[in-house]
């Protein structure tokens, strides 16, 4: 197994990274923070003379890197209780790699891969965040990627998250599931 | 009454804005294109010292537009089962905008207005665009917005919108609200 | 085509009722107003030695009625945001017969079926409903039954429902739906 | 404190009360299984001239030593993706109970208490039953009751949810509430 997690945060060090660390603990992964890159809206031209144009931005390599692991985690602060744009431009641009020869097998090698999703947001999470939590499982059955759990955390202020016990034992139910699947 | 579309889709004349004609046919509104200026995401500066610093691009101007009307439309294609990353963008800001010492009474004035949501999108979004609907809900009633109505359609090739009676007819309900309350 | 209202009221002549009505209306329907019989609460015997026992009320005569029929509207109050109790147990029930001779192919031909959901509930059921129509989105999927579409309506005193606009073209785009696949 | 648990189950110590078990582990707590008493459906007579009726079944006496106790254990087997039937009777009445001059502080000592939820499931309930959460909390927020948290279960064979890791962690954590609320 081979582990990649997407943080979709603005801040460093915040609550939601604080949450997956636990999630990860003692294990090896490649974090890739998306706030540290260029990551064009996509220009949805699926029904455009031409299709899709190549952007030049960093998102392509993004994915070459997400790619190579079969395992996914999506970390994402809760705002206005969904992923942030940030996360939801990188995952919009996937309408385009569905249909980049570049990415041919795209959608077929997505289908043998499993994910997770860790959520923390300030305002009644484990109830506002659930409908986040929906659309990252429709995501995920559109794409036929394996669903495999989730932890939502409640934080507002810098180190919030260490008081969410509910959150700590759902990440660290987590964290045994991805050592017992190594 | 004074009405504002805010549009997320990234593409002209697509599905969302023919069924938002329908939702405004017959009213004067003012129509902002989120696709056709610059939106930087949100960089999360609510907790560091020196708090959020003024942005470069052109997010002020497009609020300052919005808050001049009291009825909002926010019309988005369903993109991955929720608002397009565009939208979010424009959306994530407000936090920025809620400690921005010019826009003093953003939250304040906002608790005046009224909101309608048009969400248009290809895979079931009669069942899938629901959490997007729920998190809209969230977000309002955050902001003490008062939520007046929606309309889901589905369509994925251009025009297909036409071919959703039930989208049609709960925009014809939204017009006639909106008529009503001139 | 052939239409069964299957109806979750205890009130006579309520809103649910009327709401349907407009459904229905110029459509010839069998009626059955689950609050007239007798309908037991689920013994979960699936994994009991011996499993299920016949039980002695009229839920079986109701299912024999409701399958001679191709198209099942679900017509239900919203109370406490979900289905009525009574309307709850007869469904609760399809876990007997699914496990019983007397109906040996009852799941396979669920499978042929069309399914719409009419449901009337006094708090913002507009957005509280939701979780609700979610509901019976998951029951008809497991049952490989289509969902064809819903109508929600707001009202608490008798007669309110007259004043839902929205519901009201909602109920129009069903009853259209159902005339056009006869 | 003073914890009394509903239980919504069918059936003996199936996978919803061996969780619940965890949930109280080291509490004093009182135990209602509802399928034990008679409880009728509601008769919905709020428009009714003179009002509801008395009902002749046990629902009376179970209100009575519930209300006894200020924090609330729901816990219930996921049926068809919401609450049992025979916890939706028991709740559905509490619209008469709030109009019977018998309990005329109702919802007024209700908005006084805590409550959990604890729900098992045999069909991705971790996803599926997040709608039966988002009711709960509709129904506690109606009634101004303070939702202290929810345990999510996977379990269909008698015995299963001893492997649901992430459910026993999450009780643990409910476990640990309580017992800190002592």
Not at 33 to 54: A, K
Not at 69 to 93: C, E, L, Q, V
Not at 99 to 104: A, G, H, L, N, S
């Given at each position: 197994?081979?582990?990649?997690?997407?943080?979709?945060?603005t801040?460093?060090?915040?609550?939601?990274?604080?949450?997956?660390?636990?999630?990860?603990?003692?294990?090896?992964?490649?974090?890739?923070?998306?706030?540290?890159?260029?990551?064009?809206?996509?220009?949805?031209?699926?029904?455009?003379?031409?299709?899709?144009?190549?952007?030049?931005?960093?998102?392509?390599?993004?994915?070459?890197?997400?790619m190579?692991?079969?395992?996914?985690?999506?970390?994402?602060?809760?705002y206005?209780?969904?992923?942030?744009g940030?996360?939801?431009?990188?995952?919009?641009?996937?309408?385009?790699?569905?249909?980049?020869e570049?990415?041919?097998?795209?959608?077929?090698e997505?289908?043998?891969k499993?994910?997770?999703?860790?959520?923390?947001?300030?305002?009644?999470?484990?109830?506002?965040?659930l409908?986040?939590?929906?659309?990252?499982?429709?995501?995920?059955e559109?794409?036929?990627?394996?669903?495999?759990?989730?932890?939502?955390?409640?934080?507002?202020?810098?180190?919030?998250?260490t008081?969410?016990?509910?959150?700590?034992?759902?990440?660290?139910?987590?964290?045994?599931?991805?050592?017992g699947?190594?």
């Amino acid at each position: 197994m081979s582990i990649v997690v997407i943080y979709g945060s603005t801040r460093q060090n915040g609550n939601t990274e604080r949450l997956t660390k636990r999630v990860i603990e003692g294990l090896e992964v490649e974090e890739i923070f998306l706030r540290d890159y260029d990551i064009q809206p996509i220009d949805d031209r699926r029904h455009s003379e031409g299709g899709f144009s190549d952007v030049d931005d960093d998102y392509n390599d993004l994915i070459t890197r997400m790619m190579k692991h079969d395992t996914f985690i999506f970390a994402t602060p809760i705002y206005w209780y969904s992923m942030t744009g940030t996360m939801k431009n990188f995952i919009d641009r996937w309408s385009h790699t569905m249909r980049d020869e570049k990415f041919p097998n795209f959608k077929a090698e997505l289908g043998t891969k499993k994910a997770y999703v860790v959520a923390v947001g300030g305002d009644r999470p484990h109830i506002k965040g659930l409908p986040l939590i929906q659309q990252f499982n429709y995501i995920f059955e559109f794409m036929s990627i394996s669903f495999e759990g989730y932890a939502i955390g409640k934080a507002s202020r810098p180190g919030d998250i260490t008081q969410d016990t509910t959150a700590f034992l759902a990440a660290t139910a987590l964290n045994e599931k991805l050592k017992g699947s190594q």
